[in-house]
Nanobody, 124 residues
Framework: QLQLVESGGGLVQPGGSLRLSCAAS????????IGWFRQAPGKEREGVSC????????NYADSVKGRFTISRDNAKNTVYLQMNSLRPEDTAVYYC?????????????????WGQGTQVTVSS
């Protein structure tokens, strides 16, 4: 099963930026659509963004559109989530996972196991 490792989280002030990384070993990530999810304390895990395996098309939750950018570097076998203009409500543990692909488009529906995640805290 695809094993992914998240990194890049930390403490940042409102308005700041972070870049999260999702790396795979033993599997080639470009064979998979990959999504980013987050879970804040006391809340359900929610989809943030995904990138398709076929053509690299992307999908975003409304709450992050225009602020977050997902990308992939197949040479490094890594998917990134660039997060700009961060807000306190973005505070959560962020996870990446294999997601389903429907008609060549990624959907923010997990299809694999979860990693340990990376904590993002936005606070002054």
């Amino acid at each position: 099963q695809l094993q992914l490792v998240e990194s890049g989280g930390g403490l940042v002030q409102p308005g700041g930026s972070l870049r999260l990384s999702c790396a795979a070993s033993a599997f080639t990530l470009d064979y998979y659509s990959i999504g980013w999810f987050r879970q804040a304390p006391g809340k359900e895990r929610e989809g943030v963004s995904c990138i398709s395996k076929s053509d690299g098309s992307t999908n975003y939750a409304d709450s992050v559109k225009g602020r977050f950018t997902i990308s992939r570097d197949n040479a490094k076998n890594t998917v990134y989530l660039q997060m700009n203009s961060l807000r306190p409500e973005d505070t959560a543990v962020y996870y990446c996972a294999h997601v389903i692909t429907v008609q060549r488009l990624c959907n923010m529906v997990p299809a694999g196991s979860w990693g340990q995640g990376t904590q993002v805290t936005v606070s002054s």
